[in-house]
Structures are given as C-alpha cells and as structure tokens.
C-alpha cells in the first residue's frame, strides 16, 4: 500500500501498511527506499515535461478594446455650470486630438522616414535616376505628412490660445473662469499634451537629420527639378503645375525635409500678440515646469518609471514654445531646472537607433547666455559617463531583472488561471492583483526595453565596441522582453475577459477620495463647492460607461479641477493620482503592450544578429533564446511595411525575412547539419577503418539541444531546424549514394545511427543496393565512359557487355539492355542526353587519334603502296585484295616497335576502333532499354493513339481532382511521347562527324578502306588468343566477345563513305580463297605418320581462323545494317 504525507507540510510520513513480524526500522527503510524510488520517477517526469509551447502561427488573437457607441464628448460632459462644461469639452478634445496626432507620427510618419532607403542597394551602386523615382514614390507620404504638420501646428496654436483664453484675469464679469474657480486651479494634462505633441515634431526632425539618404536623395531630386522648370512642356506639364509643384517642393524643403518641423510651429504666426504680457499664464507655465520636473527627477530610473524618460522631450519642446512666447523674460533658475533634466536623461530613442540628445537640442533652439553655470557643464562627457556606467551595471541589472520576471511569471500563472467562483471581497481583491501583475509585466518590458534601446545606440552613435559579456546578456534582455509578451498574449483571453472590470475597480478605488470631498462641502454648497459638485457628479457619471481613452483624459482634467485650493489631503491626492497613473495606463493596454515590448530596434544593429547566432551556435543550451530573437526580429518586418519609397513595401518584408532566414541556415542549421554528419561518418568508419580513433563524447559539444528544441514561428513561417537537418540529411544521403552505389551500406548505417543518437528520422534513399537484377548503373557508366568502353567487350546479337577479366577477379560484371532499363527507371529518361552528350566527346577525342595514326608518314605511304598495287593487279588478283600483302602490313608494323602487353600500332588502332564501337553499342543499348521501360509503363494506358482530355472530364469535381487530373494528363502525354519517339542517334552521329572527316583537310583518311584487311587479321589473332586463355586460369584479356570492333569499322566507313571502296577489295572473298588454297595444299601432300598430325593441326588452325573471320564478317554485315539509312 502506498505511503502518503500529512496535510501539514512538516509532517511525518505516514503508513497504513499492516504490520510485519521483522524489526520495525526494517520495513520502514523499505518504505522510505519505495519513497525515494517513487520521487526520483516523478522528477525525471517533470524534467521531461516540455516548458514550451507548441509551434503553429496564430490565427487569430483576441484583443481588448474598449468601444462605446454613438456617445461623444458632448454627450460626457453635463456638469450645471455650461462655462465649465465648455472648458471641460474644448480641452478634452484637443487633448484626445493632440494623443491621436502623436500616435500617427510615432507610428507612421518617424517609421516611414526613419526606414526611407532600406532594402535598396548603397549609393554608389545605385543606378543613375533611382534616388530620384524613390523619391518621386515618396511625394505621397510628404504630402499625407505635410498635411498632419499643417493640422498639428493649429492645435498647438489652439491649445495655446484656449490656456490664453482661460488663464487671463480680464474676462466678461458674467464668464469670469479664471477668477472664479480655474485661478485656484492647474490644468497640467493640458500642458502635457502640449509638450506631447511639439515633442512629436521634434522626433520627425531628428529622424530627417539622422537618414543622410533621405537628405541627399532630395537634394537630388530639386536638382532635378530645374529642369522641370527650365523647360516644362518636356515632362507633360504646363507652366501653372510647374509652379505650384515647386511651391509645394518648397514648402516641404522648408519644414519636414529641412529638419524644421519643431522651429516652423514655434515660429508660427498663430500666437496671438497678447500672450506675451499674459502673467497668469506665465505663472502656469512655471508651475507646471516646476511640479512636472520634480515629477520627472523622482520618476526616471525607479521602479515605476514609465516612458518619463520620452516625457523629457516633451518638457523640453514645451520650453521652448515658453521662451518663444516669453522671450524677454529669461529665468535662469528655470533654464538650470531644465537642463538638469540632463542628468535623468541625457539620451532619447526617438526610434530605432536615432536617438535625441537634449543638450543639443537645446543649444540649438532656446540657448542660454555663456554667463550661466549649467550642471553638467560637459554633456559628452557626461554622456560618456553614463554609457560606461550602464556597460557596467549591465549585468546587475539583468540580475534584477530576471528575479522580477521569474516572480512576475509565476504569480501571472497563478492569479491568472484562477477561475473557481468566490466572494466579491475576494473576487475584488483578486482583481486588483491581476491589474498589479498588468502593470507590472509593463514596466518591466518598457525598462527593459529602454535601457538596452539607449545603450545599444549610444554605442553605435560614438562607435564604441560591445564588451565581450554584453552579446549574451543584451540576448538575455530581448528574450525578456519577448517572454512578457509572450506570456501576456498568451493569456490573452482571460486577461480580455478581466480587463474591463480590473479597470472599473481601479477606477473605483482611484475616486474613493472624492467622497470625503462631497462630506466637506456639505449638503448645500456655494459658488465653487457648487462646480466641485458638479464635477464629482460628472465622474461618477463617467465611471458608469465603457472606460476608454476620451474618459481618461476628461478624468485627469476633473481631478484636477476638483483639487482645487489643494482641497485633497497629500495621501489621499497621492491615491487619486496613483489610480488615475494606472487607469490611463491599462486603459490602452493593448497598444501599451505593443510598445513596451517593440523590439524593433534590433533591425538597426543587424551585425549582432550574426554575434547572437554564432554565440547560440557555440552554446547549444541556449538555442531556446532563438525564439525570443526571430520574435524581436519580427517587429521589424512589420515596420517595413510602412516604406513609402518603394511600389510594394511588402517585397522589402520577404526579402529582409528571406535574408533572416538564410542568414539562420547559414550560421546554425549548416554548420549544425555538417557536423551531425561529420559525427556521423566518423562514428561509422571507426568502426571498420584501423587507425581512425573513436570520438570523446565528454570532449564535443551536445548538439541534441537544436534538434529537441521546439518549431519557432518567424513572420508566419515555421522554422523547424530538426526537419531542415533531416533534409539536409535526407538530400546528402541520397546524392552520395547516387554518386557511388558501393557505399549505400554505409549510409544506410549512418542513417540508422541518426534516428538511434538523435531522433532524426531520415526518409528512406530507394535506391538500388547492388542487387544482381539491379547491375551496375548507367549513372556509373556514363561518368566513367573511357574506362568502360576500354575495359568492357560488346556482344551485337544478345545486346549486352561484359567485363575482360584482369586475372585474380573471381567474377566478371555484366551489363545488358535490362540493367540500363533498370537504372533508368531508378534517375529517369532525362539521362539518355546525358549518356548521348558525354558519348559524343568520347567520340570526338577518339576521332582526333584515329585522324592522327592514318597522318602517320610509315602508315599512309605503306597505304598508298598498297592501293597502287591493288589497282595494277586488280586482274590479277581477280578482283581481291592479297590475304599476303594484308599479312605483310601487319609484319612491317611490328618492325616499328611493340607496346605493353605485346601489342603494335595496328593492335592499339584496332583497340580505337573498338572503343569507338562500344560507345555506339552502349547509345544502341540505352535506346533499347528507354523503348523496354516506356513499353511497361504505358501498357497500362488503353490507347495510345486516342487518349481522352481528363481534364475536361475532371471540370465538374473539386480543385484537388483537377489537379490529379491534369497531372496525370501530363505523365500519360508524356510517356506517349517517348513511346512514339523515333530519335536515330546513330543518323545524328554520322552526320555530326561527317561533316568534320569529310573535307580536304582530312584527305589522308581516303585510304582508310586500305587498312581494314591487316586489322581484320589483328581482330582475329586477338580473339583467338583471348578465347584460347578461357580454359586458363588467371588469364589476363580472356573474353568470348568484342563485336564493338565491327560496329567501330562499320560506323567509319559510313562516316568516310568508302563502304564501296572496301567491297571492291571483296577482302571476306579472298580470305576464303586463301584459306580454301592452304586446305588444298595440305590434303594433296602426302606425308609421314608425324606430318600428318602437323598437317591435322594446321587444318584445325585454318578451320579455327575460318570460323573467327566468318564471324566477324556476320557480325560486320549486321553492323552495316545500322548505318544504311543514315
């Protein structure tokens, strides 16, 4: 029975076993040994349990976002006091306008410009006109970007004449806002949307300075419209457009593509005279710099820091447009106060690796007089300070980080998977730590984000290297990142199902205060606790609809409103500013989320991408990061689709996924794959090769990490490096068996070991395994042609080779129609050109030695000799040429020296001329077989001649039927048509060569008729004493067979056209004759007992050669048959 544990996690193991005679310590360490046994069983099934999560690209995601119909801010805003409800209106809309202004410049307009040029080849490859026609494919954009620019600068100078309006102590008696209730009040969202939105111009203008391409492509491209205006008509356009084009060209050179977006909105002519001597407003300014500083300064570097430090630019815009409106009243303890702002933050991403640095955007826009001592007085070296300072803290921080994360992650998996019904108490407070866990995945993915963002482009902007750590740990931060998006999109579904009432309470809980509010002001109040009423009442109001963005900012500006004459005590103003922090925030989770987690900027430092694969590559354990890095490498390529310069952004996007791809192959996946076969082989041949050690496993890397690790997901793309390896395998296998077919044993058995050491399973290769009906393959043969036709004997009638022995081999190969059949159905038809192809060289060599012995002074002068003695004796001879004079060529040739094997120049001439006709019986044999194996496949096909169009009858069925249909169309068309194909090699082969060996040049290949009678008689003597050696044994060149001497003779002579000339020799006649007179002789002549028997085996010797010519001459006359129609 088994054991179990007490409730109590402290407690002793507790036994309900029945007891047993032997000693009670006994059978307890038997028990406590099943416990340890039972226990390691479950940890080594938890270690097997699989943490991450199945690949498959996401077909769809669920998103919160929050929507309300048909209810606009007028319908919001219902307040008793109808001046408040316009001030409440007019800044809510604007407020909403400026947010939705910046999220089209963040998203669309820095992108667009920022990402100009890329994809593109670098300029000085460009080709002539293409930076001009990128640019033309941008006016669009700078026009749609113009626009925005034009509708920005009216909000701005809207925004600003409304705190005019609003912040002025004239105003009508009956509408006097400011001295009765917004004199007491600070309307500091209004100000932050202020500085939001000029910051947002001054991120396009940093984006512009920092694309050098862009700068120059326009510059190009104004030239190129002078010649526009210099002569319109040219380019399809009239005077009138010409005009206003370069009107238009120019208002875009002096604002976006200048840089100037920020200088033409604080220099616009908007600004009404009056605000200059508007104290009120001045005094706002100033309080909001001085509450939003400190704000900033205590915020920047905690742990609640959330985008403060992007916040930075806006505060310094909305100086700016201070000093613009306020220029003679410089405050040099507000200017300190500003360029403090420095320390917190001395760099700004703007996007990418653009970065902002504030000291000099200050410097260049609202400098201070020299005579101000600002700190730091150094802002480079500062800068240079902090980068060393992050460099060193980097590891610490990670450490941080990490321990956040992990405590994040797990409770994330807790509260979030509760779903067991409970109290509401509980349920609230269950609510409130799932919007804890929100906010807190957030912050961290944005300060993580931050950190590692400003660091790498501080290094990239000063040039300064990486520290060896930094390429791991910078790893460790993105998959950071990308593991709180992950586990946030993973619960996607719950968190859209909590979100809105997470929110609701948060709401709830942030308004708590205004309570106490109502019990101050009592049951009937006066004048301004009659507003404050209203405006309690009017939260309330909004807090019973869909909480979204527009309530958001209507919330901020009633609270602000409400804490009038700081009415709210400091903890309880402290827990107001606190929900509202968090409602704003998860409010707009979903492109919050999207934000914090942007990795985007790892596009602009793609050099690392290559340190990231090879750091992954040399720490296989790791290789579960490579998800995280082609997740963050995936931001980038849907910011690519926001190029304008370009037809289609969208090839841009392949290309830049097609190169992350193979930049993947080419780093990992290779070099993985090469070395598993590396392994592989070695691990084989140690086993049957001497002298090669058998490898360490504790001395070579794990490469099982890559091939167990799951499917990763790139850009809708599976990216599965296990089923690539097994491809790679798969295709190498295969190759190297069809390469050399004596090996196939051995692949097999690296295959074998693959799926046994790691889990590779290798599709099988089906290739023939040198089996007797297989043979040897023509694939084989035709890469070693000159050695097969040399060492192989050719047989006309039966069609097949076979091998002329060396001597010690036991066995002989051979090669008939069948086998080539059989290797053609194994690579396909399309290696008989391949065969034809590398027949016709071999020929073609052959060819030049052939002309080159003919050439030869001994030879052809012999030739010539024996043509003039033929013509002179030709009566004589009774019109055959002499068996005599043929004998007597063939005894002068040996006189001229004799090669290995006892062979003369007639014997090597002879060989030639059988190498020529096996390679023309191996074109007969291929053709041959090509017939055999189209005629078994098309015996399934009823009628050749008539095939029905399947196709049309497949038109009324699915798609997948159509196609089958169309395919087998194509496969029944196709082997019909080799079936009926009628290609006479051979007639393409006389013809080839006939051109060549038919002309003047080659005129000393006349006589070649003249020759055949000697080689015929070498052939012969060949054959014999090849025969002679089968009953031998050990004989080297025994062989029954070598028709290819009668092919070679016959394909000559059709080729030189001298079949005529050698039937005038009638050579077969006369060596009948010759045979038949020596017959004559020895049976006249009567002799001894003992001559008699030399006389036998003369008799024998002349039947033997007899039988040897008439064969050769069977086989000459078939061969003839070949050529008779070319």
Not at 287 to 297: A, E, G, P, Q, R
Not at 431 to 437: A, N, P, T, V
Request: charged share 25%.
């Amino acid at each position: 029975m088994e054991p179990y544990y007490s409730d109590d996690e402290t407690g002793e193991l507790v036994s309900n076993a029945p007891t047993y005679s032997r000693p009670a310590y006994e059978f307890q360490m038997s028990k406590l040994r099943e416990l340890v046994t039972l226990y390691k069983e479950k940890l080594n099934d938890v270690e097997k349990i699989r943490t991450e999560q199945p690949c498959h690209p996401r077909a769809m995601a669920v998103e919160y976002q929050s929507y309300e119909r048909a209810v606009g801010i007028l319908e919001l805003v219902t307040t008793s006091n109808q001046d408040l409800n316009k001030v409440l209106t007019v800044f809510t809309y604007l407020i909403s306008e400026i947010k939705i202004a910046r999220e089209y410049i963040d998203c669309n307009v820095v992108i667009g410009l920022n990402f100009y040029g890329e994809g593109k080849m670098q300029a000085d490859q460009m080709p002539e006109g293409e930076a001009e026609l990128m640019m033309g494919q941008m006016m669009p954009f700078f026009s749609e970007v113009f626009e925005s620019l034009s509708y920005v600068n009216s909000l701005v100078v809207n925004l600003v004449t409304q705190l005019h309006s609003l912040y002025y102590k004239k105003q009508p008696k009956n509408h006097d806002l400011y001295g009765n209730l917004f004199k007491y009040v600070h309307l500091n969202s209004a100000f932050d949307a202020l500085g939001k939105m000029l910051g947002g111009l001054a991120m396009i203008d940093s984006v512009v300075d920092d694309n050098q391409n862009l700068v120059n492509h326009w510059d190009l491209y104004k030239r190129m419209m002078q010649f526009a205006k210099n002569d319109p008509a040219k380019y399809g356009i009239t005077d009138k457009l010409e005009r206003q084009l370069r009107k238009c060209l120019l208002f875009l050179d002096k604002s976006i593509l200048s840089g100037n977006c920020l200088q033409a909105c604080l220099s616009h002519k908007g600004y009404e005279a009056a605000i200059s001597s508007n104290k009120e407003l001045q005094n706002e300014f100033l309080n909001y710099f001085k509450v939003k500083i400190d704000k900033l300064t205590n915020s920047i570097e905690s742990q609640y820091e959330w985008q403060e430090s992007k916040i930075v630019v806006d505060v310094i815009c909305l100086y700016f447009l201070y000093r613009k409106l306020y220029p003679k009243d410089f405050d040099k303890k507000l200017f300190k106060s500003v360029w403090s702002l420095i320390k917190k933050a001395p760099v700004v991403c703007v996007t990418g690796q653009v970065i902002i640095y504030p000291h000099e955007l200050i410097m260049k826009i609202a400098p201070a007089p020299k005579s101000v001592a600002v700190e730091p007085k150094d802002p480079e070296q500062y800068i240079r300070a902090y980068m060393q300072k992050s460099d060193d803290n980097l590891d610490k921080s990670m450490q941080t980080w990490l321990s956040k994360f992990s405590l994040w992650s797990s409770r994330m998996q807790s509260f979030l998977n509760s779903s067991t019904s409970l109290p509401e108490t509980q349920v609230q407070k269950l609510q409130d730590s799932r919007g804890k866990l929100l906010l807190q995945g957030l912050l961290l993915a944005y300060q993580i984000q931050n950190y590692i963002q400003v660091n790498t482009a501080l290094h990239e902007r000063n040039g300064v290297p990486f520290k060896a750590n930094f390429i791991p740990l910078l790893m460790q931060a993105i998959e950071l990142i990308k593991a709180i998006n992950s586990t946030l999109e993973r619960k996607q579904e719950i968190i859209a199902l909590y979100l809105g009432s997470i929110i609701r309470l948060i709401f709830k809980d942030a308004i708590k205060p205004y309570d106490m509010i109502r019990d101050k002001l009592g049951a009937k109040p006066s004048g301004v606790g009659l507003d404050i009423i209203s405006i309690y009442k009017l939260v309330n109001e909004l807090g019973s609809g869909c909480l979204n963005s527009i309530r958001s900012d209507l919330l901020k500006l009633c609270n602000e409103i409400v804490d009038i004459k700081s009415i709210l005590k400091e903890n309880e103003k402290s827990l107001v500013e606190d929900g509202l922090w968090k409602f704003e925030i998860l409010v707009e989770y979903q492109s919050n989320l999207k934000n914090s987690t942007d990795c985007s900027f790892i596009y602009w430092i793609q050099q690392l991408n290559t340190h990231f694969l090879k750091y992954i590559y040399d720490e296989p354990a790791n290789v579960h990061r490579l998800r995280y890095l082609y997740m963050a490498l995936e931001d980038s390529a849907k910011q690519m689709l926001l190029c304008r310069h370009v037809e289609d952004a969208n090839d841009i996007k392949q290309n830049y996924i097609k190169d992350r791809e193979n930049e993947l192959v080419e780093m990992v996946i290779m070099p993985l794959a090469r070395a598993i076969e590396s392994d592989l082989r070695l691990h084989i041949h140690s086993l049957y090769i001497t002298g090669i050690e058998k490898q360490n496993p504790f001395q070579s890397s794990n490469l099982s990490w890559f091939l167990d690790s799951q499917p990763m997901v790139f850009c809708e793309k599976v990216i599965d490096i296990k089923r690539k390896i097994e491809m790679y395998l798969d295709e190498t296998f295969y190759n190297m068996t069809a390469l050399n077919l004596n090996d196939w044993r051995t692949y097999e058995e690296m295959r074998s070991l693959a799926r046994q050491k790691y889990k590779l399973n290798l599709s099988e290769v089906h290739l023939p395994s040198k089996h007797l009906d297989q043979g040897m393959d023509l694939l084989d043969i035709t890469k070693k042609l000159p050695n097969f036709v040399n060492k192989f004997k050719y047989n006309l009638h039966s069609q097949f080779f076979i091998e002329a022995t060396e001597g010690d081999e036991k066995h002989v190969a051979l090669v008939s129609y069948m086998h080539i059949t059989n290797s053609l159905r194994t690579h396909g038809l399309g290696l008989i050109n391949t065969t034809i192809n590398t027949s016709y060289r071999l020929l073609a060599k052959k060819f030049q030695i052939f002309s080159q012995f003919l050439y030869d002074d001994h030879v052809y002068s012999q030739l010539v000799k024996d043509r003039k003695f033929f013509e002179n004796n030709r009566e004589a001879l009774n019109q055959m040429y002499s068996y005599d004079r043929a004998e007597n060529f063939l005894r002068e040739v040996k006189k001229l020296g004799v090669f290995d094997k006892n062979l003369t120049l007639i014997d090597k001439f002879r060989i030639l001329i059988t190498q020529i006709g096996n390679t023309l019986g191996l074109i007969r044999m291929i053709k041959t077989a090509g017939l055999n194996l189209t005629a078994t496949r098309t015996q399934f096909i009823p009628n050749t001649q008539n095939i029905p169009n399947i196709t049309e009858l497949a038109e009324k069925f699915s798609d997948g039927t159509k196609s089958a249909a169309s395919s087998l169309e194509d496969i029944m068309e196709s082997l019909t048509k080799n079936f009926t194909a009628d290609t006479d090699y051979f007639k393409i082969l006389v013809t080839t060569f006939q051109g060549v060996l038919n002309t003047n040049e080659a005129s000393h290949l006349k006589l070649f008729h003249m020759i055949i009678p000697t080689l015929t008689i070498s052939y012969v003597e060949s054959m014999l004493t090849a025969k002679d050696k089968l009953t031998k044994k050990k004989a080297v060149d025994m062989y029954f067979t070598d028709d290819g001497f009668a092919v070679g003779l016959a394909y000559i002579l059709r080729i030189l056209e001298q079949e005529s000339l050698f039937d005038s020799l009638h050579w077969f006649d006369s060596v009948e004759t010759k045979f038949a007179q020596e017959e004559e002789k020895l049976t006249v002549i009567k002799a001894s007992e003992e001559m008699q028997k030399m006389q036998n085996m003369s008799l024998k010797k002349i039947s033997v050669f007899r039988v040897e010519f008439e064969l050769l001459k069977y086989c000459f006359l078939g061969a003839r048959i070949f050529f008779s129609n070319t």
